[in-house]
């Protein structure tokens, strides 16, 4: 026992050597659009603490807009310094890509963003409550439904401002999860953008119950991702040696240089390979929302504030798939033949019961989340035809995507009754007769969500169709289009039942929205309009970031 002792001492004794640690040599101005709104969301938090109740929603709003439209413009200044493409490099030690798919999906991720904070700060749609006006989020998160302290923060005119911080920080994780270039960074990024969201889908001010329900069936089920994405890391740890995208893929390949000796008898296991592709792989494919893992979606959707809903179904479709794509064109191109057999049978399962389902559902809400599933089958199509064009049809697909949804989102929140929003589909009958205009925007939306020409929806599944067929998956697209029928009925259902059903006398109203919705709105429709008109600069656009760095 003493001599063990004497040799923990004399070990702590030996003085350690002065250069062995490295200061981190990090690129501060390339990573600056994440660092933007990292640094707004942490002066929310210190705006909830210092600034006045009455000042704080105003202070925050501006504070949101002008990080994020600070954060995009640092997007358009690095790749016109050519960030995107000649000077495409790995960043922060190794952690972060700077390259053109990470740049585009970053500033697809920046413009959703903006326009959803803009439905987030819509307080006109309400009637005002006790003298004030009141958006969609609850007087006091912390209260019980129901209870006096709940009423008494309603007659004070208490709103929940937090929601904007949240949602920054949720933005900072979407921002680094399609840039990240080690799992570990990757598994970071996950949590920093999940959790804002839980806590942001419970804070609905009407039907709060089913708000909370919500955000609970979406953090357990997160949870379980994220364990499987965890344990998938880990024992690509045990393959590789390494967390490193590079590393990992040079050993799929074969190529790497030099062993860890430690690790020497598990490296090159292909049994530790394939079981945790499969289960980083599960981890990305629930935050597609494919099927099998799906199951969250349709009752977060339904139950979530609705702004949440079209910010959540948006950004976070842009920064999984750009996280997807990485990890099987950067990490697992050598393992093409094992994983593209899954993906191929994960796509088609999830346009085929996407589009059916939705055919079944009469809440708004829930129609737009099997819609939105249906989607990810179609961008999946164009992941599997590893290729650039497929990488440009995905990219393209989601910046148009995204600002689809959140356009039709933002017009759920227009058509209310007594009780709030009216989604039941019974109830938007005749809609066209009442308020043609809402009606109108809404039916370019579906027309789009639908594939219909002169829409950006036709734009992006006819290039993602594309890809995918000359990549040698032309059943997925035969499937693609049988989907595609089968989702334009029940999208043509709506506009039928808006357009040429008798308006009921009890029937919702459309409420007059702000400025802000009103800006949401017109960006969806103008862009929907301009990419299925002339899509072919965007297209390019898209295909010159279409190269990933390793």
Same mark, same amino acid.
């Given at each position: 026992?003493?001599?063990?002792?004497?040799?923990?001492?004399?070990?702590?004794?030996?003085?350690?050597?002065?250069?062995?640690?490295?200061?981190?040599?990090?690129?501060?101005?390339?990573?600056?659009?994440?660092?933007?709104?990292?640094?707004?969301?942490?002066?929310?938090?210190?705006?909830?603490?210092?600034?006045?109740?009455?000042?704080?929603?105003?202070?925050?709003?501006?504070?949101?807009?002008?990080?994020?439209?600070?954060?995009?413009?640092?997007?358009?200044?690095?790749?016109?310094?050519?960030?995107?493409?000649?000077?495409?490099?790995?960043?922060?030690?190794?952690?972060?890509?700077?390259?053109?798919?990470?740049?585009?999906?970053?500033?697809?991720?920046?413009?959703?963003?903006?326009?959803?904070?803009?439905?987030?700060?819509?307080?006109?749609?309400?009637?005002?409550?006790?003298?004030?006006?009141?958006?969609?989020?609850?007087?006091?998160?912390?209260?019980?439904?129901?209870?006096?302290?709940?009423?008494?923060?309603?007659?004070?005119?208490?709103?929940?401002?937090?929601?904007?911080?949240?949602?920054?920080?949720?933005?900072?994780?979407?921002?680094?999860?399609?840039?990240?270039?080690?799992?570990?960074?990757?598994?970071?990024?996950?949590?920093?953008?999940?959790?804002?969201?839980?806590?942001?889908?419970?804070?609905?001010?009407?039907?709060?119950?089913?708000?909370?329900?919500?955000?609970?069936?979406?953090?357990?089920?997160?949870?379980?991702?994220?364990?499987?994405?965890?344990?998938?890391?880990?024992?690509?740890?045990?393959?590789?040696?390494?967390?490193?995208?590079?590393?990992?893929?040079?050993?799929?390949?074969?190529?790497?240089?030099?062993?860890?000796?430690?690790?020497?008898?598990?490296?090159?296991?292909?049994?530790?390979?394939?079981?945790?592709?499969?289960?980083?792989?599960?981890?990305?494919?629930?935050?597609?929302?494919?099927?099998?893992?799906?199951?969250?979606?349709?009752?977060?959707?339904?139950?979530?504030?609705?702004?949440?809903?079209?910010?959540?179904?948006?950004?976070?479709?842009?920064?999984?798939?750009?996280?997807?794509?990485?990890?099987?064109?950067?990490?697992?191109?050598?393992?093409?033949?094992?994983?593209? @057999?899954?993906?191929? !049978? *994960?796509?088609? #399962?999830?346009? /085929? &019961?996407? =589009?059916? $389902?939705?055919? +079944?559902?009469?809440?708004?809400?829930?129609?737009?989340?099997?819609?939105?599933?249906?989607?990810?089958?179609?961008?999946?199509?164009?992941?599997?035809?590893?290729?650039?064009?497929?990488?440009?049809?995905?990219?393209?697909?989601?910046?148009?995507?995204?600002?689809?949804?959140?356009?039709?989102?933002?017009?759920?929140?227009?058509?209310?009754?007594?009780?709030?929003?009216?989604?039941?589909?019974?109830?938007?009958?005749?809609?066209?007769?009442?308020? @043609?205009?809402?009606? !109108? *925007?809404?039916? #370019?939306?579906? /027309? &789009?969500? =639908?594939? $219909?020409?002169? +829409?950006?929806?036709?734009?992006?599944?006819?290039?993602?169709?594309?890809?995918?067929?000359?990549?040698?998956?032309?059943?997925?697209?035969?499937?693609?289009?049988?989907?595609?029928?089968?989702?334009?009925?029940?999208?043509?259902?709506?506009?039928?039942?808006?357009?040429?059903?008798?308006?009921?006398?009890?029937?919702?109203?459309?409420?007059?929205?702000?400025?802000?919705?009103?800006?949401?709105?017109?960006?969806?429709?103008?862009?929907?309009?301009?990419?299925?008109?002339?899509?072919?600069?965007?297209?390019?656009?898209?295909?010159? =970031?279409?190269?990933?760095?390793?």
């Amino acid at each position: 026992m003493t001599a063990a002792h004497s040799l923990w001492t004399l070990a702590a004794a030996v003085p350690a050597p002065v250069d062995r640690i490295p200061a981190p040599k990090i690129e501060y101005a390339q990573l600056a659009p994440t660092l933007i709104v990292v640094g707004a969301a942490v002066l929310g938090i210190l705006v909830e603490a210092f600034v006045p109740r009455k000042s704080r929603y105003y202070v925050q709003v501006f504070l949101a807009v002008a990080a994020l439209a600070s954060a995009f413009a640092a997007v358009v200044g690095l790749a016109a310094g050519g960030y995107g493409s000649t000077k495409a490099h790995i960043a922060a030690m190794g952690a972060i890509a700077v390259d053109g798919p990470a740049l585009f999906l970053q500033g697809t991720i920046l413009l959703a963003s903006v326009v959803a904070v803009f439905t987030f700060a819509e307080r006109r749609l309400d009637p005002a409550a006790h003298g004030n006006r009141v958006d969609s989020f609850a007087a006091q998160a912390a209260s019980v439904p129901g209870s006096d302290s709940e009423k008494t923060a309603v007659k004070a005119g208490f709103t929940t401002t937090e929601v904007f911080p949240l949602a920054l920080f949720a933005i900072a994780g979407m921002l680094i999860f399609p840039a990240a270039n080690d799992l570990l960074t990757l598994f970071i990024a996950l949590e920093v953008f999940s959790l804002p969201l839980y806590l942001l889908c419970a804070v609905a001010r009407r039907q709060r119950l089913m708000s909370q329900e919500a955000a609970v069936k979406y953090f357990l089920l997160g949870a379980f991702s994220s364990a499987f994405l965890l344990f998938g890391i880990a024992l690509l740890y045990g393959y590789a040696g390494s967390v490193s995208y590079a590393t990992i893929a040079d050993v799929v390949d074969g190529t790497v240089a030099k062993v860890d000796p430690a690790l020497a008898s598990t490296m090159g296991n292909d049994a530790l390979l394939l079981i945790g592709g499969a289960l980083v792989l599960m981890g990305l494919i629930f935050k597609v929302g494919a099927v099998p893992f799906h199951m969250w979606t349709p009752d977060v959707y339904q139950g979530a504030p609705t702004p949440v809903t079209g910010f959540m179904a948006a950004a976070t479709k842009v920064a999984a798939f750009g996280a997807l794509l990485r990890l099987l064109y950067v990490v697992l191109p050598g393992l093409r033949w094992d994983w593209r @057999p899954v993906m191929w !049978a *994960v796509a088609i #399962v999830t346009m /085929l &019961a996407g =589009a059916v $389902i939705a055919v +079944t559902q009469t809440d708004v809400k829930r129609l737009l989340a099997y819609s939105s599933i249906a989607h990810a089958g179609f961008i999946l199509a164009g992941v599997i035809a590893t290729s650039a064009e497929g990488v440009q049809s995905v990219l393209f697909y989601l910046g148009a995507y995204s600002f689809v949804t959140i356009g039709a989102f933002a017009v759920v929140t227009l058509v209310r009754d007594a009780g709030g929003e009216a989604t039941h589909l019974s109830k938007w009958a005749g809609l066209g007769r009442r308020s @043609p205009l809402t009606a !109108a *925007v809404f039916a #370019v939306f579906l /027309l &789009a969500f =639908a594939g $219909i020409p002169l +829409t950006s929806g036709f734009a992006g599944k006819f290039a993602v169709f594309k890809a995918a067929a000359e990549g040698g998956a032309g059943v997925l697209v035969v499937v693609g289009v049988i989907s595609s029928a089968i989702a334009a009925f029940f999208y043509i259902r709506v506009i039928v039942l808006m357009f040429f059903s008798e308006p009921k006398a009890d029937g919702p109203t459309v409420a007059v929205p702000s400025p802000l919705t009103m800006t949401t709105i017109a960006v969806g429709v103008a862009v929907t309009l301009v990419l299925g008109l002339a899509p072919q600069y965007f297209l390019e656009l898209a295909g010159q =970031a279409s190269t990933f760095v390793r």
